[in-house]
């Protein structure tokens, strides 16, 4: 952890140098990590809406088969704090840049795997075990993910538009679920079900190679921030960070998990669950596809204006020191 001044978020007399066509050029590299690593995680939620229940778990009752696809799309959310943990410390000791190319890797590898997979139909069961396996591996890597990308980008970003950067890297969320939407309206209104169920489904997940390489040919052209090197060439780092986060920030700490967690639970809800809920209903899945598709467009517009950080009230305003 940064034992800098409050609000320099750099090591007392080490300050950190902003170069703005740097902090551009992370801030533009988080965004384009951020939403090929979420492409992978959200590709998962609209086939367990559209597709899972059918060839994972056929033998069982319509409503229950998608119960139990959208059960497998919730174990990633089990494995994201771990994950975030985990990687968070990892990012603390050798860099936020290795740390992100590991996620990446876990994530778009297990989503590509997800469609090489043997179906119900050859294996059985075990597709679904395997299914769940690398449904883990998935959520483990994104849940280092958001929260390694926008500290990579906030310790770039001078004190004074910390907010405004870190909130661009949010953008790769949303527009991650863009592509897979995308995909899967265009594929179920150009093939008929049988050819969806048989292979269209795997088309998202196979491309999810490019998305890979394209977020790692990014990745590994970013340094990491200055305020983290003067951390580390100041030797000014805790050797028991979460202990120190915990004791010092408790109450800041829960109240950003509560609210992530709502925004956490709404989006998938909205994203997902009406997809599957619409399609019970009889209704098109392309149409409600392409309202999603709508309404996310409207929060990618959202999210950059909606940043307060310079106006919020210096004696309410939290540390953006590095917490390493």
Not at 247 to 253: A, C, D
Request: charged share 15%.
């Amino acid at each position: 952890m940064d034992v800098s001044k409050p609000g320099t978020g750099a090591v007392a007399g080490a300050p950190a140098q902003h170069d703005i066509k740097k902090v551009r050029r992370t801030a533009a590299a988080s965004f384009i990590g951020t939403m090929a690593e979420y492409y992978d995680f959200f590709i998962y939620g609209t086939a367990s809406a559209l597709v899972f229940n059918k060839i994972f778990f056929p033998e069982i009752d319509p409503l229950l088969g998608t119960l139990a696809a959208f059960s497998t799309y919730a174990v990633g959310f089990f494995a994201r704090p771990l994950g975030g943990i985990v990687w968070g410390m990892v990012g603390d000791r050798i860099g936020r840049k290795k740390a992100l190319v590991y996620t990446l890797l876990l994530t778009g590898l297990g989503t590509f795997a997800i469609g090489l997979l043997p179906t119900y139909e050859t294996i059985g069961l075990w597709a679904a075990v395997i299914l769940v396996f690398v449904r883990l591996i998935q959520g483990f890597g994104v849940g280092g993910e958001q929260g390694g990308a926008v500290l990579l980008t906030a310790e770039a970003a001078p004190p004074n538009r910390r907010g405004f950067y870190a909130s661009l890297v949010q953008l790769g969320s949303p527009a991650a679920y863009l592509v897979p939407s995308a995909l899967f309206a265009f594929l179920t209104t150009q093939l008929s079900e049988d050819q969806f169920l048989a292979w269209g489904w795997r088309i998202p997940f196979l491309l999810s190679i490019l998305v890979v390489a394209v977020g790692l040919y990014i990745r590994l052209r970013v340094d990491e921030s200055e305020t983290f090197k003067a951390v580390k060439e100041n030797a000014a780092a805790q050797q028991a960070p979460m202990k120190v986060v915990f004791k010092n920030s408790r109450r800041e700490v829960l109240l950003g998990m509560g609210s992530k967690f709502v925004e956490a639970a709404v989006f998938p809800f909205y994203t997902v669950f009406l997809v599957a809920y619409s399609k019970h209903l009889g209704n098109d899945s392309a149409f409600v596809l392409q309202a999603i598709i709508i309404a996310i467009v409207a929060e990618l517009i959202m999210i950059p204006s909606g940043d307060i950080s310079p106006t919020v009230s210096a004696g309410k305003r939290f540390s953006s020191e590095p917490h390493c």
